[in-house]
C-alpha cells in the first residue's frame, strides 16, 4: 500500500548561518517534505499551492504580504523560541494562518544563560580569561576583585516561565530576590524561591545589586529601561538582558555605563544584531555581549524543532496546537 504524501513544510535553508541545523533533519523528513526558500523561489509556479507551513527559525524566513499572498494553501507559521515581535501577527491572521511559538522548550537553557552573565559580570570573567591568555600578562594581579553573588540581592523583571526558573537558580545562590511582573505570582510560587513582589518597578531598581531583564518585547516594554530607570539603579549595580535588546534604551545605557551610573551590564540581546561594529557598546570595558546565545544548546533546539513539528502536525490536522499564539 503507497504511503501517504508528507506535508509541504517551507524553510528558510539548511544549515548555514541562517539555516535549520542539519542534525534536526532526519526528524523533521520524518514528518514533512521540506523546501528551501531558494527553491520555492525558483519553482514558485508549482510549488505555491503544495506549501502547507512554514518553519521559521531564528526570524527566517521572513513572512511578509507578498510571501502570505503566494501561499494560498498556507495553514501555519511556526517560529522557534518564545518571541513573536517578528510576527506581524495581524497580518498572518488576516490569511487565515494559524501561529505558534516554542515556550516550553526554550525555558531552562535561556534561564542558564541568564545565570551564567550575571556569573561573568560579577566575577569579571571576561576580563579574567583575556589577563590569563594574554602573552603579555607576566603576574595575576592580586587587586583583580568581583563582587559577591552569595547573599546579593537580584530584582527580577518578567517573572514568567524563563523568570521563574532564573528565581529557582538564583535561590541556590543564597540570593534575596526581587521581581515585578504584570500579575503577582501565587504565594507558594513565591514562598518556594523567597521571592518578594515589587508592585512598582522603581522599588525594585532601587534595591537589586542586580537587574535581570526576562521580559517579552512589546508595546509596553518598549525601552522600558531607558535613562530615568537607569538613574534609580544602584552605582554599584549590574544589568543583565536576556529578552529583546530593544527592551532597553540603548543610547541611555551607553550613556550610563559610561559615566558611572551602573557599574557595567551584560547583555545577550541588542538591537540591531549584531551591532554595527563601530557601535559603544562594543568599545566599553564594563560590557559583556554574546551573540544571542539563550536556548542554544544541542538538546533545546532538538526540543525547539519538536515542539514545533508537534504544532505544525496538530494545525494540519484541525486539531488545538499548543502553543498556539494569537493577535493582540
Not at 504565594?187 to 518578594?196: G, N, Q, R, T, Y
Not at 533545546?300 to 494569537?326: C, K, Q, Y
Amino acid at each position: 500500500m503507497e504511503e501517504p504524501e508528507l506535508p509541504v513544510l517551507l524553510v528558510n535553508e539548511v544549515g548555514g548561518t541562517l539555516g535549520v541545523l542539519e542534525e534536526h533533519l532526519p526528524f523533521l523528513k520524518k514528518h514533512f517534505h521540506l523546501i528551501t526558500m531558494k527553491e520555492f523561489l525558483e519553482s514558485k509556479a508549482c510549488l505555491s499551492v503544495k506549501i502547507e507551513a512554514i518553519y521559521m527559525w531564528w526570524h527566517r524566513p521572513a513572512i511578509d504580504r507578498e510571501l502570505l499572498k503566494s501561499l494560498p494553501n498556507l495553514k501555519v507559521v511556526a517560529s522557534s523560541g518564545v518571541g513573536v515581535d517578528h510576527l506581524d501577527m495581524k497580518l498572518i491572521a488576516g490569511f487565515g494562518v494559524r501561529m505558534a511559538n516554542t515556550p516550553h522548550a526554550v525555558c531552562s537553557s535561556t534561564a542558564d544563560t541568564g545565570v551564567a552573565l550575571l556569573l561573568a559580570a560579577a566575577r569579571r570573567i571576561v576580563e579574567g580569561c583575556q589577563v590569563a591568555t594574554s602573552p603579555d600578562t607576566e603576574y595575576f594581579p592580586c587587586n583583580m576583585l568581583g563582587d559577591d553573588v552569595t547573599g546579593a540581592t537580584l530584582g527580577i523583571i518578567g517573572m514568567g516561565s524563563i523568570g521563574y526558573k532564573i528565581a529557582l537558580r538564583a535561590r541556590a545562590f543564597e540570593m534575596k530576590i526581587l521581581y515585578h511582573n504584570r500579575n503577582r505570582r501565587k504565594e507558594d510560587e513565591e514562598l518556594a524561591v523567597s521571592a518578594c513582589y515589587c508592585g512598582k518597578i522603581d522599588d525594585l531598581l532601587q534595591r537589586s545589586d542586580f537587574v535581570m531583564l526576562a521580559v517579552n518585547l512589546t508595546p509596553q516594554t518598549y525601552k522600558l529601561i531607558g535613562k530615568r530607570e537607569l538613574e534609580l539603579m544602584k552605582p554599584t549595580a549590574t544589568l543583565i538582558n536576556i529578552s529583546r535588546g530593544s527592551v532597553v534604551d540603548q543610547d541611555a545605557l551607553v550613556e550610563a555605563l559610561q559615566t558611572g551610573v551602573i557599574k557595567g551590564t551584560a547583555l545577550d540581546v541588542t538591537y540591531p544584531e549584531p551591532l554595527p561594529r563601530d557601535h559603544p557598546l562594543l568599545k566599553l570595558r564594563n560590557v559583556i555581549l554574546t551573540p544571542h546565545l539563550g536556548s542554544r544548546t544541542h538538546k533545546t533546539t532538538r526540543m525547539i524543532t519538536e515542539e514545533a513539528v508537534e504544532n505544525i502536525l496538530a494545525a494540519l490536522h484541525g486539531l488545538p496546537m499548543p502553543s498556539e499564539v494569537f493577535p493582540d
